[in-house]
């Protein structure tokens, strides 16, 4: 079973930096994708940031120039750095990976989110 763990939320203020890691373990055959997600209170869930096997990156129009996606295919591990942090930042940020297994192929798998919280 795969499984998707988000860690380095936390609460920062207005202009502050912080990074995100998210950590794929299980019996992983190949990660397609990766990408950041964010949900705001009361809000739909938007797309922050993606990378592609072939380490193509993109980034919603909003955060360009202040945030970076990253990944480490022997760590399994995407991560998103975080820089000149707004409070219209803060919300819960999730991980999502495009993962095939021996018995599933490219399968969506969601991690359970670290909030991440911009004081002015």
């Known amino acids: 079973q795969v499984q998707l763990v988000e860690s380095g939320g936390g609460l920062v203020q207005a202009g502050g930096s912080l990074r995100l890691s998210c950590a794929a373990s299980g019996s992983i055959f190949s990660i397609d994708a990766m990408a950041w997600y964010r949900q705001a209170p009361g809000k739909q869930r938007e797309l922050v940031a993606s990378i592609i096997s072939g380490g193509s990156t993109n980034y919603a129009d909003s955060v360009k120039g202040r945030f970076t996606i990253s990944r480490d295919n022997a760590k399994n591990t995407v991560y998103l750095q975080m820089n000149s942090l707004k409070p219209e930042d803060t919300a819960v940020y999730y991980c999502?990976?495009?993962?095939?297994?021996?018995?599933?192929?490219?399968?969506?798998?969601w991690g359970k989110g670290t909030l991440v919280t911009v004081s002015s």
């Open positions: 999502n990976a495009l993962i095939s297994t021996r018995i599933d192929h490219g399968m969506d798998y």
